[in-house]
């Protein structure tokens, strides 16, 4: 046993170590603790429970939910039977090892949480009977003079400010604070210039009309916008590889790897999981990842290596409504590209006014690294490419 107890300690993963079950005296009590986080998150907060004690639980189902700067991670109940207890509360912070809750193997759901003596002396003890209140000689209230110069009354020109009553104050949470640090971050550390483009989307909205269905036949997923852009960025990004360095000290690194991230809100927030190698995907394999990451952001179950790294952001604030913004860089990359909503605007073709579906398009870059010629042909390789998909087939 000796043996096989150091075989395991030395070989056995963090995770493993930190959920072995812990025995009491009988045996009968186990104890859930945080799991392993990632190599990047030291502490997460304790954000809610899912059980109260009392409620049956099986082996491997979730108790409790830790609230981490990336991510929100289970913590998991390492034998079946009834949450005897919590031991941390909601709000606490939190570190992997620390113990949650505490789970008998053996207790009937509700025997955990109320006594038995406790549950009799309820049922045979009636409630006493109402104490009187003494009675009390009325007074009549003494009536003070008010001096004219200690009156409060706000002046007219002050301001009427709500009452704090209807006001409420919340804790941030951690995902939000991670949010807004990382975005003050990027204004204070980039020089962040925008460049603005139209792009006329009739040709692309054309091809997904005509090939819509066969798409969905052979392929199972439908064919959106967002892949045609994300190939249009990879093309682009091949064609000014500026776009995808990034300043690292006194050094410059190229990356000779497309990585496209894809901002989606959530109820949370805003995340950013990351699609691999897309300059070896075709217009399939990109549809079939955008909606495996979506479908994880909405159930809040990306982990934290789906959103790290990332050389290139696409943002589409256009499925919110939005005609025109200047999106802000993802640090560490350089550049972002911000979609806007489809408006029928009018347009001059060949000479004539037509009504056409146009989109604003916007490049933010960081102007340290990225000069303004490199950043307008690289929006211009996207409005080519869109507006004429056919030039993906011929490299042009």
Not at 176 to 185: Q, S, T, V
């Amino acid at each position: 046993r000796f043996i096989f107890e150091r075989y395991f300690l030395r070989n056995a993963s963090p995770y493993q170590i930190w959920s072995r079950s812990f025995a009491s005296e009988n045996g009968d009590l186990v104890e859930a603790v945080v799991p392993f986080m990632g190599e990047s998150v030291t502490d997460g907060t304790l954000a809610n429970f899912l059980k109260k004690p009392g409620d049956r639980v099986e082996a491997d189902e979730a108790i409790a939910q830790i609230e981490t700067d990336k991510v929100t991670i289970d913590v998991s109940s390492p034998e079946a039977g009834v949450i005897e207890k919590f031991i941390a509360s909601e709000g606490d912070t939190v570190t992997p090892g620390t113990k949650v809750a505490v789970i008998s193997k053996s207790a009937a759901p509700s025997e955990a949480h109320v006594a038995p003596s406790e549950e009799t002396s309820q049922k045979e003890t009636p409630p006493p009977p109402p104490a009187e209140k003494p009675k009390v000689e009325a007074k009549s209230p003494k009536v003070e003079s008010v001096k004219p110069q200690a009156s409060k009354l706000a002046s007219p020109s002050e301001p009427q400010l709500p009452p704090k009553e209807r006001e409420r104050r919340v804790s941030m949470p951690r995902l939000r604070k991670r949010i807004a640090n990382r975005l003050k971050d990027s204004q204070n550390t980039f020089a962040l210039l925008t460049t603005f483009n139209e792009v006329d989307m009739t040709n692309l909205m054309k091809l997904r009309t005509d090939y819509k269905d066969e798409f969905v036949k052979k392929h199972g997923v439908k064919l959106g916008l967002m892949s045609c852009f994300v190939k249009a960025a990879v093309s682009a990004l091949q064609n000014q590889p500026i776009v995808n360095a990034v300043i690292d000290g006194d050094d410059i690194i190229y990356r000779d790897y497309i990585d496209v991230s894809v901002a989606v809100g959530t109820s949370k927030g805003l995340v950013v999981p990351v699609i691999r190698d897309t300059e070896g995907m075709n217009f399939a394999d990109i549809e079939k990842g955008i909606n495996s990451l979506a479908k994880k952001a909405t159930e809040g179950a990306l982990s934290i290596d789906e959103m790290a790294g990332g050389t290139f952001t696409i943002s589409n604030g256009g499925v919110y409504g939005s005609l025109i913004s200047t999106p802000i860089i993802n640090p560490p990359q350089s550049a972002i590209l911000g979609m806007h909503s489809i408006v029928q605007r009018p347009v001059v073709v060949d000479g004539s006014i037509l009504a056409r579906p146009m989109m604003y398009l916007a490049l933010t870059y960081d102007h340290r690294l990225i000069d303004g010629r490199e950043a307008v042909l690289f929006l211009r390789r996207i409005k080519d490419v869109v507006e004429d998909p056919r030039r993906l087939l011929l490299d042009i």
